[in-house]
T-cell receptor, first 112, second 115 residues
Framework: GNSVTQMEGPVTLSEEAFLTINCTYTATGYPSLFWYVQYPGEGLQLLLKATKADDKGSNKGFEATYRKETTSFHLEKGSVQVSDSAVYFCALKAGSARQLTFGSGTQLTVLP | EAGVAQSPRYKIIEKRQSVAFWCNPISGHATLYWYQQILGQGPKLLIQFQNNGVVDDSQLPKDRFSAERLKGVDSTLKIQPAKLEDSAVYLC?????????????FGPGTRLTVT
């Protein structure tokens, strides 16, 4: 079956630090990959996505590259801000599956 | 454009009681999803509607959970009777269609505590 494994949190960084949140997946076929973000008290929002191997998704300074050879989709940001504090979820949608399969989420706290 | 609306935002009930959640998707969105998010885990799909028909309810515990989407717009999710392990955030999401390229938009969720 399909599954997503995320780096366990919580992650605490100082402002302007470099961020990496690891995500690896198992899927049948060729999945589309997503990162969602959940700010406190709000619903999940799509942060970025990639639909085929070697694609790079990017948004708000965050990037993730679809690596088929390592089945990974790691999230990176060069310089985090306090406002980036949130829970980040990696997810996939594989083949004819209609549903998203989520990882367990990674809590990020950025300190000023 | 208004987002996905859910109510109530918080609910506390005792085990064996019943509870209902309401969701109003984004106008024009044909597909509606209910997810269960247990603390420390990612959301898990419970049921998916396309207009007013059920597309996937394979992970819905049908002995106690039910959902409907009358008229293909609003939806309600009911739990009867509730168990302690039902404590979770229930998320509603909608999308234009089920095609993979369409983004799912999530509501703020309803946090259920069963005591």
């Amino acid at each position: 079956g399909n599954s997503v494994t995320q780096m366990e949190g919580p992650v605490t960084l100082s402002e302007e630090a470099f961020l990496t949140i690891n995500c690896t997946y198992t899927a049948t076929g060729y999945p589309s990959l997503f990162w969602y973000v959940q700010y406190p008290g709000e619903g999940l929002q799509l942060l970025l996505k990639a639909t085929k191997a070697d694609d790079k998704g990017s948004n708000k300074g965050f990037e993730a590259t679809y690596r088929k050879e390592t089945t990974s989709f790691h999230l990176e940001k060069g310089s985090v801000q306090v406002s980036d504090s949130a829970v980040y979820f990696c997810a996939l949608k594989a083949g004819s599956a209609r549903q998203l399969t989520f990882g367990s989420g990674t809590q990020l706290t950025v300190l000023p | 454009e208004a987002g996905v609306a859910q109510s109530p935002r918080y609910k506390i009930i005792e085990k064996r009681q019943s509870v209902a959640f309401w969701c109003n998707p984004i106008s024009g969105h044909a597909t509606l999803y209910w997810y269960q998010q247990i603390l420390g885990q990612g959301p898990k799909l419970l049921i998916q509607f396309q207009n007013n028909g059920v597309v996937d309810d394979s992970q819905l515990p049908k002995d106690r959970f039910s959902a409907e989407r009358l008229k293909g717009v609003d939806s309600t999710l009911k739990i009867q009777p509730a168990k302690l392990e039902d404590s979770a955030v229930y998320l509603c999401a909608s999308s234009l269609d089920t095609i993979a390229g369409y983004e799912q938009y999530f509501g703020p969720g309803t946090r259920l505590t069963v005591t």
